[in-house]
C-alpha cells in the first residue's frame, strides 16, 4: 500500500560519481544544465549527449532508472512539444484547419524537448547518485555565504533531514490511521469531491496531533542532548574535496567552456 | 557525596486560559528529596501520572523546578550557564524509540551530541565507535534506524547518549512501548553500562520485573515519593503496592499468597530460585 | 456465526527480492463465543493475521470465511463484515479524532447508516460498558489518560455492536493497574454481550489469566493451536521461538525437579497457589 512510496530515488552503487563531494555534483549539475541552454546545433548536442552518457556509463546506476524520471514529466514534455509546434510563425509546412505546422516551429519544439530531456536525466544523475543526507549537507555548505544576509542555512538543512527520516515513518503512519478509520466504517474512496474532503477528517487529525507529538518529542530529545543550533558545532562527517573532485572541475569547466566557444563561434 | 541531589523539589503545571491567566493549576512534583549514589543502578516506580516523568525530565534540566533545588554533579540546574555541562553530565533516553532519533544513519546519529558539543571530528569517530561497541550496535552503524526492530532503536538512542560521555543515564521508561524480547534487549544493555562502565543508572518504569536487581527503588504516586528501599523491602509490602495502582512479579505474588495462607515462607521472594529454596528447604 | 481460515497465505511483494511470507498455509476456525489468544513476537506475523478477519488486507491465496460465506467474493459486502468483526488496533491515537469523547465514539455506528440520536445512543451504551464514567462524555479525548482513551477506542469499535471483537495489544503502556482494569473489563464484556473476543497479547501472564484457547503464530505459521495450559507445557518449544510461558511455569517446574509433588501444568497464580498448599500438606510442612 502506501509504504511502498520511496522518497529520494538515491540507487546505491560503488562508483566515481558516487563518491564524488556532492558540493562538486551540485555545482556539476548546475554547469550541464547552463551549457544545455547554451548548446544550440546539432554539434552542440552531440558534445552534451556524449558527455551525458559518459556520465552515467560511469556512475554505474542502469539506465533504466535513470529514464524512470522522465515518465513525471512526460505530459509537461507533450505541451511543450505540441504547443511550440503550432504556435511559433515561419515558414508553413503543413496546415490542417487553423492549425499550421512550420518549420521554425519544428525546430524550436526538438530544442525544447532536448533541453527539457537533459535538465531531469541530468538532476536525476544527482539525486540517483547522492544519498539524501549528502545533498543537505552539501546544500548547507554551498549555501553557507547565504549566512551572510541572515538566512538560516543550518537550520533549514536540518529541517531538511528531519523531514527525511520522518517521511517514511508518518507514511507508515497513515497507512495504520486508514486502516483503524475503515475498521471503523469509514470510507476514504467513495463520494463526490466535498464528500471525500470531510472523510479524510478523521485520518488527517490523528495525523496531525501525531505529527506535533512527535516534533514536540524529537525537540525535547534534541535538546537533551546539547543541541543549541549551529554555533560551534562540529560535523562528524566534515565536506572535504579530494583529488578526484579537483579532476571533475576541471573536466566540468573544460565542458562549459566548449559550450560557451560553441555559442560565441555560432556552432 | 551524591551524582544527583534534589532538596524540597516541586514541580507545577499549569493551564493558562485564552487570555493568559492561569486556569488550573496542578502540582505533579511534590517535595522530593533524592541522594543518589555514583555508579548506583536506581529505579524509580510509579503508575502512569505518577509523576515520575516529570521527576526525569528535572534531573537534566529540561524543566526546571517551581521550587526547591536540584544538583548534578554539584551544579545548580536552574544555573543557565552551566546548563550544556548538566545535559551532558546526565544524559536521557526517552519513551519513543522513533522520536528521539535524529540522523538517518545510526552512526551519524550517535555522533549527534558529539557535534552538537564541539567535540573535534577525530574524536567524534572514535566516541561513536566506542558507543556502538559497549551497547552491541557495530553490526548496524551503516543502517537506517527505521529499519531496526524497537530495541535496536532504543540501544541507539543510548548509544546517542553514552556518546556524550556522561556520568548518569536517565532512562523514562524506555521499554513502555517494546515487545518482551526488545525489553530484555534494552536492560541488558543499561545494567551492562552501569557495572562495566560505572555509569549511574535511573530506570523510570512501571514493569515490576525490571527493578529487581536494582540498589534501590523509590515509588512515585501523586508526584511524592511514597516508598523508598531495596527491592527486597519494596516487593514485601504487596498490598501497600496495589494501593499505588503497581503490582509485584508473578513469583513475590505466590509467595505472598503462600506466605498469607500461612506457609512459613518470607515476603519479598524475588527470584523463582529464592522460592524454590525456600519451599524446598 | 464463525471465521474460517482456509489454506491462507499472504506474501508481501510477491515475485520481488523482497518477498516476505507472512503468513504460510494458515488454516484456523474460530466459533462463537470464544475467547481466543494469539501470542508470537514482533515479526510473527499475528498483526497481518488479526487484518484478514476483517478484510483489511487481502490473503495472497486461500479463503476466509464469515458464516460459511467468502468475503472477498465479488459482491460480498465488506464494509458489513467490519461492523461484524471489530478490531481495535494497539494505539487509540490512531483513532480518536472528534472534539469529545461521545461524538468520537458514534462515528462507527454513523457509518452504519444509523442517525445522530441513534448511533449516541449506542454510544452511550458502548461507553458505559467499557466501564467510562459519563461525566467524561463531552470530555476532549486528547485529554484522557492512557487507559481511558484506550476505553474510548474499544467502545468506538463496540458502538457498532459486532459479533466479534479483536484486540491488538490492549494494554501496551499501560501501568499494572490500568492493564488489570482494561482486561477485567474485556472479560466483562464477553460475558455480558456474548461476543467473540480475540486477544492478541505479548504477555503471557495476561493470557494464562483469560483466554480459553492459544494460538502461537511463528514465522507466518501457526504452529501451536491449543488450550493455554497444553501450551504452555511446550515452553522450551516457546522458549527457541523467542517466546516463554507464564513464570508460574518455571517455577512450578522447577518444584516438581526438587521433589515438590506440584501440578506442572498451573499457570496462574491461584493454580499455582492451591497446587503448592496441597502438595505441602501431603509432604507435611504446612502443619499448621
Known amino acids: 500500500m502506501i509504504r511502498d512510496i520511496t522518497i529520494g530515488q538515491y540507487y546505491p552503487a560503488d562508483s566515481l560519481i558516487h563518491k564524488l563531494d556532492p558540493r562538486t555534483k551540485l555545482l556539476g549539475t548546475l554547469m ?5 541552454f547554451a548548446f544550440h546545433t546539432f554539434w552542440g548536442y552531440l558534445v ?50 487553423f492549425i499550421k505546422v512550420t518549420k521554425e516551429g519544428l525546430v524550436l519544439a526538438g530544442r525544447m524537448a532536448i533541453r527539457l530531456i537533459y535538465l531531469v536525466i541530468g538532476s536525476s544523475i544527482m539525486t540517483l547518485t547522492t544519498t539524501p543526507n549528502q545533498l543537505t549537507d552539501g546544500l548547507e555548505r554551498q549555501l553557507r555565504p547565504l549566512n551572510k544576509i541572515h538566512v538560516p542555512v543550518h537550520e533549514i538543512a536540518m529541517m531538511m ?18 486502516k483503524a478509520q475503515i475498521a471503523r466504517g469509514a470510507d476514504f474512496e467513495n463520494g463526490n469531491l466535498i464528500q471525500k474532503a470531510k472523510n479524510m477528517v478523521p485520518l488527517l487529525v490523528p495525523l496531525f496531533i501525531s505529527a506535533f507529538r512527535r516534533a514536540n518529542d524529537l525537540a525535547m530529545a534534541m535538546e537533551a542532548r546539547c543541541y543549541h543550533g549551529g554555533d560551534d558545532r562540529t560535523q562528524m562527517k566534515p565536506l572535504k574535496y579530494a583529488g578526484r573532485d579537483y579532476a571533475a572541475y576541471g573536466i566540468l569547466t573544460g565542458y562549459l567552456a566548449i559550450a560557451i ?3 560565441v563561434v555560432g556552432i | 557525596m551524591g551524582i544527583i541531589k534534589a532538596f524540597k523539589l516541586g514541580f507545577d503545571y499549569f493551564k493558562y486560559d485564552e487570555d493568559g491567566n492561569v486556569q488550573e493549576m496542578q502540582r505533579a512534583v511534590d517535595d522530593i528529596n533524592l541522594d543518589i549514589e555514583a555508579g548506583s543502578f536506581v529505579a524509580i516506580l510509579g503508575h502512569n501520572g505518577s509523576g515520575k516523568s516529570t521527576l526525569a525530565k528535572q534531573l537534566n534540566a529540561l524543566l526546571l523546578p517551581s521550587e526547591g533545588t536540584i544538583w548534578v554533579d554539584d551544579m545548580d540546574t536552574s544555573k543557565e550557564q552551566e546548563l550544556w555541562k548538566i545535559r551532558q553530565k546526565a544524559g536521557m533516553v526517552f519513551q519513543n524509540p522513533d522520536n528521539q532519533i535524529i540522523g538517518t544513519v545510526v552512526e551519524e546519529d550517535v555522533g549527534f551530541g558529539p557535534e552538537n558539543m564541539g567535540v573535534p571530528t577525530e574524536d567524534i569517530w572514535k566516541r561513536v565507535g566506542d558507543s556502538l561497541r559497549k551497547t552491541g550496535m557495530t553490526a548496524y552503524r551503516h543502517h537506517s534506524p527505521n529499519k531496526l526492530s524497537g530495541g535496536q532503536k532504543q540501544r541507539v538512542a543510548i548509544a546517542g547518549v553514552m556518546a556524550m560521555r556522561p556520568q548518569c543515564i536517565v532512562l523514562d521508561e524506555p521499554t513502555a512501548m517494546l515487545d518482551p524480547n526488545g525489553r530484555h534487549e534494552v536492560l541488558e544493555a543499561v545494567s551492562e553500562l552501569n557495572k562495566k562502565e560505572n555509569v549511574t543508572v535511573i530506570l523510570i518504569t512501571h514493569y515490576m520485573e525490571e527493578v529487581i536487581h536494582a540498589d534501590k527503588v523509590y515509588v512515585m504516586d501523586s508526584g511524592k515519593i511514597v516508598m523508598q528501599g531495596t527491592p527486597r523491602e519494596i516487593f514485601s509490602q504487596v498490598e501497600r503496592l496495589k494501593e499505588y495502582r503497581l503490582d509485584v512479579p508473578q513469583v513475590t505474588l505466590l509467595a505472598h499468597e503462600l506466605h498469607e495462607a500461612g506457609v512459613d515462607i518470607p515476603e519479598g521472594i524475588l527470584t523463582t530460585e529464592e522460592l524454590v529454596s525456600a519451599l524446598c528447604q | 456465526m464463525s471465521i474460517e481460515l482456509k489454506n491462507v497465505t499472504y506474501t508481501y511483494s510477491p515475485e520481488t527480492a523482497y518477498e516476505i511470507h507472512a503468513l504460510k498455509n494458515i488454516n484456523l476456525v474460530i466459533p462463537d463465543g470464544q475467547f481466543m489468544g494469539i501470542i508470537g513476537h514482533t515479526g510473527s506475523g499475528k498483526s497481518t493475521l488479526i487484518q484478514h478477519f476483517n478484510a483489511l488486507i487481502r490473503p495472497t491465496s486461500g479463503t476466509i470465511l464469515y458464516n460459511g460465506e467468502d468475503i472477498w467474493e465479488e459482491k460480498y459486502d465488506r464494509r458489513k463484515l467490519r461492523s461484524e468483526v471489530g478490531l ?15 461524538s468520537d465514539v458514534c462515528f462507527g455506528p454513523m457509518n452504519q447508516g444509523l442517525s445522530r440520536e441513534e448511533a449516541e445512543k449506542e454510544a452511550r451504551k458502548a461507553l458505559a460498558h467499557v466501564g467510562f464514567k459519563e461525566e467524561y462524555f463531552s470530555k476532549s479525548p486528547f485529554e484522557l489518560s492512557g487507559g481511558q482513551k484506550k476505553r474510548v477506542a474499544i467502545a468506538g469499535v463496540l458502538a457498532m455492536n459486532p459479533k466479534i471483537l479483536i484486540l491488538d495489544e490492549p494494554t501496551a503502556g499501560l501501568d499494572p493497574k490500568g492493564r488489570d482494569d482494561i482486561l477485567d473489563q474485556i472479560q ?3 460475558k455480558m454481550r456474548g461476543i467473540t473476543i480475540i486477544l492478541v497479547s505479548h504477555s503471557m501472564e495476561d493470557i494464562a489469566k483469560y483466554v480459553e484457547r492459544l494460538v502461537v503464530m511463528n514465522h507466518g505459521e501457526a504452529v501451536f493451536d491449543d488450550t493455554p495450559r497444553k501450551v504452555f507445557s511446550h515452553y522450551q518449544e516457546l522458549e527457541k521461538m523467542g517466546l516463554a510461558a507464564p513464570q508460574i511455569t518455571y517455577i512450578m517446574h522447577a518444584l516438581k525437579e526438587k521433589g515438590l509433588d506440584v501440578d506442572v501444568n498451573a499457570i496462574t497464580v491461584e493454580e499455582a497457589k492451591d497446587s503448592i498448599l ?8 504446612a502443619d499448621d
Open chain 1, 32 to 36: 550541464f544544465i547552463v551549457s544545455v
Open chain 1, 261 to 263: 566557444l560553441f555559442r
Open chain 3, 188 to 190: 466483562l464484556l464477553h
Open chain 1, 48 to 97: 552534451a549527449t556524449v558527455f551525458l552518457g559518459s556520465v552515467i556509463l560511469i556512475s554505474k546506476v542502469p539506465v533504466k532508472f535513470i529514464f524512470k524520471g522522465l515518465k513525471a514529466i512526460f505530459v509537461l514534455l507533450l505541451f511543450t512539444i505540441v504547443f511550440n509546434i503550432i504556435l511559433t510563425p515561419g515558414e508553413v509546412l503543413w496546415r490542417w484547419g
Open chain 3, 278 to 285: 496441597k502438595a505441602l500438606k501431603k509432604g507435611g510442612k
Open chain 1, 161 to 178: 533531514s528531519i523531514a527525511l527520516r520522518f517521511i517514511p515513518i508518518l507514511l507508515e503512519e497513515t497507512d495504520k490511521i486508514m
Open chain 3, 88 to 102: 481495535v488496533f494497539q494505539y487509540p491515537e490512531h483513532q480518536l479524532f472528534e472534539s469529545d469523547v461521545l
